[in-house]
């Protein structure tokens, strides 16, 4: 775990990954934030230090819903880099305050599916829907537009301090330094820095010095009744599934219900802040932005995964048509 509270601070360094993965790396989960919360009042003023190269974007948006409902006021400071699912945690902060010689990143979340035409299609609707709902984020915090935020987020964009604030996405830039940045292998990303992308060579960090295999932790639903785990499995994926936000957002309710292990209160928060498609009630001033319209080719599917939604090797084959099994195997419809 590192969401390391101290007094009134909040410190979240290393990547962004599931609450249920366990490596050899440094990093924080929704879970752990959720716990670094707890204890504090409602009208606590805290400053989160943020100093992450990214990781799975649901729990990223997970963090940052948990961090703007915040009662009190919440502010941010990017130590070293706040890149991909990082960045839009940033965007908690009432005030962003970016380190000298910081950086900042954000764009496109990135995912990859194991399966036949439709499986690959569903894929495509939930990271539009993810994107466009980290768009809107983006949007909210800088004033522009959410189409506007998808370029840049397309164009993979990386952010001085100074290039940071003047776009809107942090208010303002220190003179102090802050901690070294995080150790990650930035030669996945398509424009990292050069310094970055050295530095990753030079410490080995990425492939050559390969993570250890992760270790499923033993789960308190193993001590249960069998019939008893499955229907709390069933009740979870029913409780997304059937939720209002759910309503217009089908396909990324049925992503987050079948494919990922969010908690119903982590994956309606994310929802709430994602676009409903044609259907569903919008209160925004601006129009719908709509994603453009794509057809299914094979390019980029061998591509090596980055950040964002990311399969893991082991479990590639067990991907394949993971939604329509798990409906079938827990009668959900």
């Known amino acids: 775990m590192s969401a390391i509270v101290d007094k009134n601070t909040i410190r979240l360094t290393g990547s962004v990954r599931s609450s249920d993965m366990q490596s050899g790396e440094d990093g924080f989960s929704s879970t752990d934030v959720f716990y670094a919360l707890a204890g504090f009042d409602d009208k606590a003023a805290i400053t989160v230090y943020v100093n992450s190269p990214g990781g799975i974007a649901t ?3 997970a963090i940052y819903a948990l961090l703007k409902s915040h009662p009190g006021r919440l502010d941010v400071v990017v130590e070293g880099i706040a890149a991909s699912a990082a960045s839009l945690i940033a965007m908690a902060g009432k005030k962003v305050t970016m380190a000298a010689g910081s950086v ?3 764009h496109d979340p990135v995912g990859g599916t194991f399966g036949n035409s439709d499986d690959h299609s ?5 990271l539009e829907a993810l994107a466009t709902a980290y768009a809107r984020v ?9 189409a506007a935020c998808r370029e840049i987020m397309k164009a993979e964009t990386w952010f001085t301090p100074e290039e940071a604030a003047s776009a809107g996405f942090a208010d303002a830039s220190s003179a102090k330094s802050g901690s070294i940045v995080a150790a990650f292998d930035y030669r996945q990303f398509r424009n990292a820095p ?4 050295a530095l990753a060579a030079s410490q080995n960090w990425g492939s050559s010095n390969p993570q250890k295999a992760q270790k499923t932790p033993k789960s308190k ?7 008893d785990a499955a229907s709390a499995v069933k009740a979870r994926m029913k409780a997304i599934m ?5 309503e217009g957002r089908e396909a990324l309710a049925e992503y987050l219900a079948f494919e990922t292990s969010m908690s119903v209160e982590e994956a309606v928060a994310l929802m709430d802040v994602a676009p409903r498609g044609s259907d569903g009630a919008t209160t925004k001033s601006e129009p719908e932005y709509q994603p453009p319209h794509r057809r299914m080719n094979a390019q980029g599917l061998n591509r090596e995964p980055v950040l964002g939604l990311p399969p893991t090797k082991a479990g590639a084959g067990k991907r394949a048509s993971l939604s329509a099994n798990m ?3 827990y009668g959900i419809e």
């Not at 059937?242 to 759910?246: C, I, L, R, V």
């Open 59 to 61: 729990e990223g948006a």
């Open 104 to 106: 900042m990143m954000i």
């Open 122 to 126: 569903k894929t495509i609707e939930a």
């Open 138 to 146: 983006y949007a909210a915090k800088s004033g522009k537009s959410v």
């Open 194 to 197: 050069e310094k970055l992308v």
């Open 221 to 227: 639903e193993k001590t249960m009744p069998q019939d």
């Open 242 to 246: 059937k939720s209002d936000q759910a």
């Open 327 to 329: 409906k079938r195997r």
